[in-house]
């Protein structure tokens, strides 16, 4: 069992940048694949990056590539979310989500078993 508690949303500015955090309890943080899905009013949960159990493979969506980072610090049980130069439709609640799969499916929601209570991201123009 592995519970994820998100920090770090807020209200940000068109251009500015803001950093998440997930902080996750047990021993068992770094068996775990780590994602973030975003949601926003009206629309499906929409993938926006994950990563590997060790860190080393990243994946991003489209959306989000090269203004979005993820990383990892097992030794804290913790992943952070790093988001530079945001735009309006970045607009959403912001979900941590914890899957003991391994593979390709890592954009998929329904693969991942543990999530965050999300945190929300509005992005002002």
């Known amino acids: 069992q592995v519970q994820l508690v998100e920090s770090g949303g807020g209200l940000v500015q068109v251009g500015g940048s803001l950093r998440l955090s997930c902080a996750a309890s047990?021993?068992?943080?770094?068996?775990?694949?780590m994602g973030w899905f975003r949601q926003a009013p009206g629309k499906e949960r929409e993938f926006v990056t994950a990563i590997s159990t060790t860190g080393i493979t990243k994946y991003y969506g489209d959306s989000v590539k090269g203004r979005f980072t993820i990383s990892r610090d097992n030794a804290k049980n913790t992943v952070f979310l790093q988001m530079n130069s945001l735009k309006p439709e970045d607009t959403a609640v912001y979900y941590c989500?914890?899957?003991?799969?391994?593979?390709?499916?890592?954009?998929?929601?329904?693969?991942?078993?543990?999530w965050g209570q999300g945190t929300q991201i509005t992005v002002s123009s």
């Open positions: 989500a914890a899957s003991e799969r391994f593979g390709s499916d890592y954009a998929v929601p329904s693969k991942y078993d543990y």
């Open positions: 047990g021993r068992t943080f770094s068996r775990y694949r």
